[in-house]
């Protein structure tokens, strides 16, 4: 029976890598490398012109286009095509930007080539994949951070955080205000007390906090 293997575009600016990339994939019985590019541009062309692959792998040090801004740009024309970083540069200093701008996982090229093997085969799978330092360093840092807003969000009083939820809820202070039965001159305390114990600098400020942390909390 006739396996379809999935295809890997590589996009590196150095042609010796790209070709020991290829053969590395090509190696293997379920993936095969779909196409190669030298730089963003390139890379980006051959996406449109031909049915997508399955993968991409992109280095982040490219000639014209470079790595982040392909994967910012193949985030939006192709949501669905996961990328993988394969870098010289050092995971902690890039492996989150990388992320926070549409990849789904980050090897860097001094490590063997079953990690990067087993790095494609769990992003197929539409998991994220990072080395374990990585992986706890980010963790440590998310739960640091939500604890810190929990911290914030405890200092509220009853009324404030009501005021807080009515606020991620889409409520303007005149509604809040009929809403709990209270003036205006009293919705707009609250709002200015809430500001300050968040440390949130202007009323948008407020709104998009509010936004996310009822998104967050539901």
Excluded: C
Excluded at 2 to 22: C, E, F, N, P, Y
Excluded at 51 to 78: C, Q
Excluded at 159 to 165: A, D, G, K, P, Y
């Amino acid at each position: 029976m006739l396996t379809l293997k999935s295809q890997v575009l590589i996009v590196d600016d150095h042609a010796m890598v790209r070709q020991g990339l290829a053969m590395l994939v090509n190696a293997e019985p379920d993936m095969e490398a779909w196409g190669h590019a030298e730089d963003g541009s390139e890379a980006i062309a051959k996406l449109e012109s031909e049915d997508p692959p399955d993968i991409v792998l992109v280095d982040l040090s490219l000639k014209t286009l470079s790595g982040m801004d392909l994967i910012k740009s193949v985030r939006v024309m192709f949501p669905s095509l996961p990328m993988l970083v394969v870098s010289m540069h050092d995971e902690n200093a890039y492996a989150e930007r990388a992320l926070r701008a549409g990849a789904r996982g980050y090897v860097m090229k001094d490590q063997a080539s079953e990690v990067l093997i087993e790095a494609i085969r769990v992003v197929l799978k539409g998991n994220y994949y990072l080395s374990e330092t990585m992986h706890t360093k980010l963790f440590a840092r998310l739960f640091a951070e939500n604890s810190q807003a929990e911290l914030l969000i405890n200092s509220l009083t009853p009324s404030e955080f009501e005021v807080l939820h009515l606020i991620g809820s889409g409520h303007s202070s005149r509604d809040i205000a009929a809403l709990l039965n209270r003036s205006i001159k009293t919705i707009e305390v609250h709002r200015a007390n809430i500001r300050g114990k968040l440390k949130l600098k202007d009323g948008a400020d407020l709104m998009r906090y509010a936004t996310h942390w009822i998104t967050a909390a539901h």
